[in-house]
């Protein structure tokens, strides 16, 4: 049989044991580093919804409590009948896209930076008893979305609420809206693409709420907060009156 090797185990010199030393601790925190780095991708965070809205709705779209935007379904009657769909910026530095009518985005439109917001009331859809005709882009339309920004922590975010609108009629009850989910990109000043649920490469990253409300609520009414913000119908007919001036 063989016998082990007596030749004494040789001894590393100070300085080589110290660049060791020194290699294993350097190793170990770069690997920290790398489990630890914040995926450069970010997430998407969504909300599953079914809300049918007349009167006042507020959104949260992050979820921290805070009203970010707020949407109304209204109508008034009285020489004539006034109804339409607005949406509210709840922010000095919210918006929403779109100018005159707020945008019907189809599925994969980008909101982000490079696109127009107004941080005002915007009109959706409207109709008057006066003319029978609708306005704006809104109107009788399915998954269509609506380009959000709103701020979290002073931060600039981007966001989506997709809806359905059926135009019913010219006086009351003259459109059924339907919100049917929400979402926005959890990275400040990063684009999101309408109806995009899942950030890129990182789908384990994704956060899903909902359903936000599998029946219709209780009809909150028009505040007067709101209508000194220029709610409808008093606000309906002003900007009917001023697209039709136009």
């Not at 507020?58 to 009285?78: A, E, Q, R």
Request: aromatic share 8%; hydrophobic share 35%; proline share 5%.
């Amino acid at each position: 049989m063989k016998q082990p090797s007596s030749r004494p185990m040789s001894r590393l010199s100070p300085r080589l044991h110290q660049r060791i030393n020194a290699y294993a601790l350097a190793a170990s925190a770069a690997g920290i580093g790398v489990l630890t780095a914040p995926s450069a991708e970010g997430r998407i965070v969504y909300t599953a919804a079914h809300v049918a809205i007349q009167g006042e709705y507020d959104l949260d779209l992050n979820h921290d409590g805070i009203s970010d935007f707020t949407f109304v379904n209204s109508s008034s009657c009285d020489l004539s009948c006034h109804a339409g769909v607005e949406a509210f910026p709840r922010g000095a530095k919210n918006g929403i896209e779109g100018k005159h009518f707020a945008d019907a985005l189809r599925r994969g439109a980008a909101i982000g930076p490079r696109q127009r917001f107004t941080s005002h009331s915007t009109g959706m859809v409207m109709v008057s008893s006066t003319s029978g005709k609708t306005r704006g882009p809104w109107a009788n339309v399915s998954d269509r979305f609506l380009g959000l920004k709103f701020v979290v922590k002073n931060q600039l975010h981007f966001g989506w609420a997709r809806f359905n609108v059926k135009h019913e009629g010219v006086g009351y009850d003259a459109f059924t809206v339907t919100l049917t989910g929400y979402a926005y990109e959890t990275i400040p000043n990063k684009r999101i693409i309408a109806g995009q649920t899942e950030g890129a490469g990182n789908e384990t990253g994704v956060e899903q709420f909902g359903p936000a409300s599998v029946a219709a609520p209780t009809p909150k009414p028009v505040t007067l907060g709101l209508l000194a913000l220029g709610s409808p119908g008093r606000s309906i007919s002003r900007k009917e009156s001023a697209l039709q001036g136009n």
